[in-house]
């Protein structure tokens, strides 16, 4: 995994809570880039995001742990089933996304 990528992308998830425990094969931070990623890029469903993650399974292994591999659809969704949407608003906030100013011209 990429050292810089733990402090971009991923730290903002740090904080979620696994909802499988201890019991758990694929960290839930490459499941939740994975699917941010696939959704952006237009995915429509599990099954489609498990897709996209393994046409780009080189790229996320690039970056992300992947220790088992691509997550299947059904590992997809039944961690987001699980999820706490209220426990993992603090992601999406607005206080928690640093903007950069582009110069004009770039």
Known sequence: MDAQADGGLLRFFRDIPDPRGCNALHPLTDLLVIAICALICGADGWVQVQQFATAKARFFKSFLALPHGIPSHD????????????????????????????????
């Open 75 to 106: 590992t997809f969704g039944r961690v987001f089933a699980r999820l706490n949407p209220t426990r993992s608003r603090h992601v999406s906030s607005p206080g928690h996304v640093r903007y950069r100013k582009i110069p004009p011209g770039s």
